[in-house]
């Protein structure tokens, strides 16, 4: 299912195909709307705006940006970073690269904290003061979407490209080895829309909790989760990405989606019981009895 | 507070949506997004 909709999400807002007959940019009214996800607007299929690039471009400009900082806030409080484990294309294709076979490294938390850098200095400071798109110019999602592929299909952007072209082709490389060895390390340490959204992880209206007594801590959730988490000891962590592996692989049913706190999305089906918990008296006894 | 925090976001998240659009925020994305992003595709 969610694979499903991630292919959604990389196929609508690049659905632009007459891109491939030679027209080579979309210039239409959808371009209004951003996409809650990292899509890049320069992309020669994109349809949809790049909540990222137009934010900058405001900072630029020096006008509030009341129309991005209400969309993104709605998204954040309404659904948290549900868009980043379900819609993100960026996402998908981290998770799709994790899937080759090689070492794999784990991203050290501290690390987890460069992303909020990125947000404060790349896509606010650093544009507010220079007038400059400080992220757009190193995004490898730009780099991926529409550096690459206008490079290679249009002659006349081929004869502008320089030395940032050479550094994004760069980042974009280091990233791509990156999405081989760690679970999405974008996502983690480099990307500010999921910044932004992970702020409402532990206030959004949807958000994930651990049933009471029904958790038996087995750790099957552990390794399938794409964010590198605990989800049954860290369940609305700003870390998550919300793509509800651990909600899938929980074989109890421990783990479940609910809205507002008096709103659960439980599954139907027969669940296995927890595992009785042995108190530790009768631990004691049992040791004896067997000695 | 947990319950009324993320619809009070909410209403102050759709506020700041509303007064965007009253302010033409919408025109400035389309226009933005309509000129090709050089920065983007690395241009600069």
């Known amino acids: 299912m969610r694979r499903l909709v991630q292919a959604l999400g990389v196929i609508l807002p690049n659905a632009y195909y007459k891109a491939f007959t030679g027209v080579i940019f979309y210039q239409g009214s959808l371009k209004a709307f951003c996409a809650p996800v990292l899509n890049c607007y320069a992309c020669p299929l994109a349809v949809s705006s790049c909540p990222i690039g137009s934010l900058q471009h405001f900072l630029v400009i020096r006008s509030f940006p009341f129309y991005l900082v209400g969309f993104l806030g709605i998204v954040g409080a309404s659904v948290g970073t549900l868009t980043c484990g379900w819609l993100c294309p960026f996402g998908a294709l981290q998770e799709m690269m994790y899937k080759v076979r090689s070492f794999k490294v784990k991203i050290p938390r501290p690390l987890r904290y460069l992303r909020y850098a990125s947000l404060v200095l790349l896509v606010g400071l650093l544009p507010l003061i220079t007038g400059e798109h400080w992220f757009s110019q190193l995004c490898p999602q730009g780099g991926l979407e529409a550096g690459v592929p206008l490079a290679l299909f249009s002659s006349q952007i081929r004869a502008l490209l320089g030395n940032l072209f050479i550094l994004k082709l760069s980042i974009l490389g280091g990233f791509l080895f990156l999405f081989i060895i760690s679970k999405r390390p974008f996502c983690l340490t480099f990307c500010p829309l999921g910044a932004i959204f992970s702020l409402f992880n532990r206030f959004s209206l949807l958000h994930l909790r651990v049933r009471d007594g029904v958790c038996d801590e087995c750790e099957l959730c552990v390794d399938p989760c794409p964010a590198g988490i605990v989800p049954y000891r860290e369940v609305d962590s700003k870390d998550c990405v919300r793509c509800w592996e651990c909600v899938r692989r929980c074989p109890r049913g421990a783990i479940q989606p609910q809205m507002l706190k008096f709103w659960n999305f439980e599954r139907s089906g027969s669940r296995e019981p927890a595992r009785p918990t042995i108190p530790l008296e009768s631990k004691g006894d049992q040791a004896e009895g067997t000695q | ?44």
Not at chain 2, 6 to 18: D, G, R, T, Y
């Open chain 2, 1 to 44: 507070m947990k319950k009324v925090l993320p619809i009070l976001l909410l209403c102050l998240f759709l506020s700041f949506f509303l007064l965007g659009i009253r302010f033409g925020d919408v025109t400035e994305v389309l226009l933005n997004a309509t000129l090709l992003c050089l920065h983007c595709i690395g241009i600069g």
